[in-house]
T-cell receptor, first 112, second 115 residues
Framework: KQEVTQIPAALSVPEGENLVLNCSFT??????LQWFRQDPGKGLTSLLL???SQREQTSGRLNASLDKSSGRSTLYIAASQPGDSATYLC???????????WGAGTKLIIKP | GAVVSQHPSWVICKSGTSVKIECRSL??????MFWYRQFPKQSLMLMAT?????????EQGVEKDKFLINHASLTLSTLTVTSAHPEDSSFYIC???????????FGAGTRLSVL
């Protein structure tokens, strides 16, 4: 059974710092991995999607990497801003049934 | 990406009443929609897969008679929480899936509070 773990559960850093969020999964038979952002009481915004054959994806200040063999992904946020404060979720799409399996998220607070 | 509209965004109801949540795919026909539930500080849990024109497939532990799903058209799926109780209070999110790329697009979610 696929399990997705995100560490840390919460993170608070000063504005301007670069930071890394971690996501690990136990079953490497994934179709893709996605990083989402969730603002309090709101839905999900897809940030980056990495296909299983890819190693990384970049969008603006965000860079996501994928090491499928080791079951790890990282989300790198450069020059963090208070507007980046949110909960960041990672989810893998299973190869077998295309279901999404979610991590519990990392709550990020960027202090001005 | 696809645009998914979910309504209402927030609902408060009395215990014992039923609540209907709508999920609409605004710009493409979705044969498959998903309903998720999220408790505070927890990950999303898939409740059921909704297929247009057929019965929904429920995940283990989800009561199909309590959470009624109807996917009557290619653009609309509804989730009805019947005889709601305080323990049903949660954040419910729907998504639609594109057939070719297996990417899901999400609605903004519905926060249900049962008093």
């Amino acid at each position: 059974k696929q399990e997705v773990t995100q560490i840390p559960a919460a993170l608070s850093v000063p504005e301007g710092e670069n930071l890394v969020l971690n996501c690990s999964f136990t079953d490497s038979a994934i179709y893709n991995l996605q990083w989402f952002r969730q603002d309090p009481g709101k839905g999900l915004t897809s940030l980056l999607l990495i296909q299983s054959s890819q190693r990384e994806q970049t969008s603006g200040r965000l860079n996501a990497s994928l090491d499928k063999s080791s079951g790890r992904s990282t989300l790198y946020i450069a020059a963090s801003q208070p507007g980046d404060s949110a909960t960041y979720l990672c989810a893998v799409t299973m190869d077998s049934n295309y279901q999404l399996i979610w991590g519990a998220g990392t709550k990020l607070i960027i202090k001005p | 990406g696809a645009v998914v509209s979910q309504h209402p965004s927030w609902v408060i109801c009395k215990s014992g009443t039923s609540v209907k949540i709508e999920c609409r795919s605004l710009d493409f026909q979705a044969t498959t929609m998903f309903w998720y539930r999220q408790f505070p500080k927890q990950s999303l849990m898939l409740m059921a897969t909704s297929n247009e024109g057929s019965k929904a497939t429920y995940e283990q532990g989800v009561e199909k008679d309590k959470f009624l799903i109807n996917h009557a058209s290619l653009t609309l799926s509804t989730l009805t929480v019947t005889s709601a109780h305080p323990e049903d209070s949660s954040f419910y999110i729907c998504s639609v899936r594109t057939g070719g790329l297996y990417i899901q697009y999400f609605g903004a979610g519905t926060r249900l509070s049962v008093l």
